[in-house]
C-alpha cells in the first residue's frame, strides 16, 4: 500500500478484462501473424498468461496486483458499439478462474475489483461485484479500477468509499499515456483514508 512518507514508487498492475481469446482475432489482429491463425487451431490461449506474469515477477522480486473484472453489462443488438463488452466474460466463481485467483493471493498478489461498465454509477452493483469477487478470495477487496476508466467525479470515488473500497486506480488517460489533470501522486479526494492512485501508462502485453 501507499505511504505518504514515499516520494516516489511504481505500482504494477494488470487488467484481466478477458482470460480467453475470441473475438479479439479479429479486433486485434496484427496483420500477417501466423502465430495467430495457428492459434486458431491449437489450445495455446495467449490471454491466459498468469504463470509467466508470475515467474518474471518472482525473478524481478516485485508483486503485482491484479484487478478480475465480472462484466455484467447485456448484449444489445441495437448497440453495436458496445457487443464486446457482453463478449467473451467470465465469473469469479468459475473454476479455473477461482484457482488462479487464489493461487495469486496465496503468493502475494493483490486481487482487486475491475469493476463493470455501469457500475461507477450503482451503488448495489458495486457492492454486489466486490462481495462475489470477496467470496473466492475470502479476504476484503481493497482496491477497483472502472472499466473503461468510467468515472463520475467525485461521486464514483464516494460509491466505492460506501461500498467499503480503500482505493481506486481509475484516474487516467483513456486515450494516451501520461497526466490527466497533471496529477502524478496518489490524492485523498475527501482528505480521509480513501485514496486516488493515478494511472500514468497503460499498454497492451500479448505473451505469446
Known amino acids: 500500500m501507499w505511504s505518504d ?38 489450445n495455446q490461449n495467449p490471454y491466459w498468461n498468469f504463470k509467466t506474469i508470475m515467474e518474471v515477477e518472482d525473478k524481478l522480486g516485485v508483486r503485482s496486483s491484479f484487478f478480475f473484472l465480472q462484466e455484467s453489462k447485456k448484449i444489445n443488438l441495437m448497440r453495436p458499439d458496445e457487443w464486446a463488452l457482453s463478449a467473451g466474460k467470465y465469473k469469479f466463481i468459475d473454476k479455473k478462474v477461482g484457482e ?30 466486490k462481495a462475489l469477487l470477496e467470496s473466492v478470495t475470502e ?36 486515450d494516451n499515456m501520461g497526466f490527466r489533470d497533471d496529477k502524478f501522486f496518489p490524492f485523498r479526494p475527501f482528505n480521509d483514508d480513501s485514496l486516488v492512485i493515478p494511472l500514468t501508462i497503460w499498454t497492451r502485453i500479448y505473451l505469446d
Open 5 to 42: 512518507n514515499k516520494k516516489f514508487a511504481v505500482c504494477l498492475t494488470h487488467d484481466v478484462d478477458r482470460i480467453k481469446k475470441t473475438y479479439q482475432y479479429i479486433t486485434h489482429s496484427r496483420k500477417g501473424s501466423f502465430l495467430e491463425v495457428w492459434q486458431l487451431f491449437t
Open 139 to 174: 479476504r476484503p477487496i481493497l482496491g477497483v479500477r472502472q472499466h473503461y476508466l468510467n468515472l463520475n467525479i467525485p461521486e464514483t470515488w464516494s460509491i466505492q468509499k460506501k461500498d467499503g473500497l480503500k482505493y481506486d486506480g481509475s484516474f487516467g488517460l483513456t
Open 100 to 129: 488462479i485467483i487464489q493461487v495469486l493471493d496465496r503468493n502475494g498478489w493483490e486481487i482487486g475489483l475491475r469493476s463493470s461498465y455501469d457500475s461507477y454509477r450503482k451503488i448495489a452493483l458495486l457492492k454486489r461485484e
